[in-house]
Nanobody, 115 residues
Framework: QVQLVESGGGLVQPGGSLRLSCAAS????????MGWFRQAPGKERELVAS???????AYAASVKGRFTISRDNAKYTVYLEMNNLKPEDTAVYHC?????????WGQGTQVTVSS
């Protein structure tokens, strides 16, 4: 069973940047499309970015042009570079398999955008 550990969140001012990392424990990570999800208080979890094993990416309209997803299959790690952050980006961010049966959810990492 793949375990996921997210890191890199924090408190940042509007317009700031953060880089999230997600380390996976198992090799099956490399054959799955991975995604970054976020859940704000009182809202449904949403998929904000995804990346195929070959590197094809897709983004939600709300983050396109500001967020960049990438992966390093040799390190079993997926990243999310977030620029020009807005208060509405505040949420707990998780990584997991996208468009398929998810792995067990990790703890996530809190991102708070506030002045």
């Amino acid at each position: 069973q793949v375990q996921l550990v997210e890191s890199g969140g924090g408190l940042v001012q509007p317009g700031g940047s953060l880089r999230l990392s997600c380390a996976a424990s198992g090799r099956s990570f490399n054959i799955r499309t991975m995604g970054w999800f976020r859940q704000a208080p009182g809202k449904e979890r949403e998929l904000v970015a995804s990346i195929t094993p070959g590197g094809t990416t897709a983004y939600a309209a709300s983050v396109k042009g500001r967020f960049t997803i990438s992966r390093d299959n040799a390190k079993y790690t997926v990243y999310l570079e977030m620029n020009n952050l807005k208060p509405e980006d505040t949420a707990v961010y998780h990584c997991n398999a996208a468009y398929s049966t998810p792995f067990s959810w990790g703890q996530g990492t809190q991102v708070t955008v506030s002045s």
